[in-house]
């Protein structure tokens, strides 16, 4: 079944907060993938562990209509909370049992969550909604995040290897899913014509607070805070005051150079 990692209201609000859209790069990718093996007209998207929405927003610029989901009602109410997107819908549910008509959706798409899903529970109910010629688009990014600024070097990326090797005790092992860029479950989709993008660079700017609450949301990170709160609390604090020094500056709204190396699955459903 879907893990269920991220249903704390505080946790919601930070990924509502910290979370990024996702890049151009990546969302014209997809739609360039969908026009080729379907084309149009594009009428349903359906945005699967949908969080608090930051993939399911974009979406409604290119199809008539825009489902969210999400096991989380706490995301799916921070989702609903962003006004303006009358043809975008949220639901509380999961990706392996999904309230659609069979041959009925355009594109399924997820947005760093496909490595939460049960693999073979998740293939048999996107080939049962999907139409003829209906596109996955499974996308995330592994924990190869790198961070620069100046003549800083690789001291600022020493110091979040060390953030990690704090948090690697709480990492779920379906995070490897994702550091793997989705390898298994790949293999498993019996599309032929899939594909498998795996380093899809973008490079950012970002402020040492949004990189620090970017950490927030974490599941590992989010899973330390309730195993010692005191100790998750400091190892941010140390972790900020760190960057401070090393970047010789006072503000967190002091930018960096923030690169991630996003990966991406593509596959059609035959006619």
Known sequence: MTERMFEEKQH??????????????????????????????????????????????????????????????????????????PNLSYRVGTAEELPFPDGSVDLLTAASAAHWFDAERFIKEAMRVLKPHGCLALFGYGDTMKIYHGSCGDQLNNIYEEVKQILLPYTSSKVNGANSKLKDLFEAIPFPGKERIEAIPIKQQLSIKTVIGFIQTFSMYQAYLRADPSAATALLERTTSRILEEMKVSSTETKVDFIMEYYCVLACKPE
């Open 12 to 85: 919601a609000s930070l990924y509502q907060k910290y979370r990024f859209d996702p890049p151009d790069e990546l969302k014209n990718l997809i739609l360039q993938y969908l026009d080729k093996k379907k084309g149009k007209p594009h009428q349903l998207a359906v945005d699967l562990g949908c969080g608090t929405g930051q993939n399911s927003r974009p979406l409604t610029k290119y199809f008539e209509q825009v489902v969210g989901i999400d096991v989380s009602e706490s995301q799916v109410a921070e989702a609903r909370a962003v006004p303006g997107f």
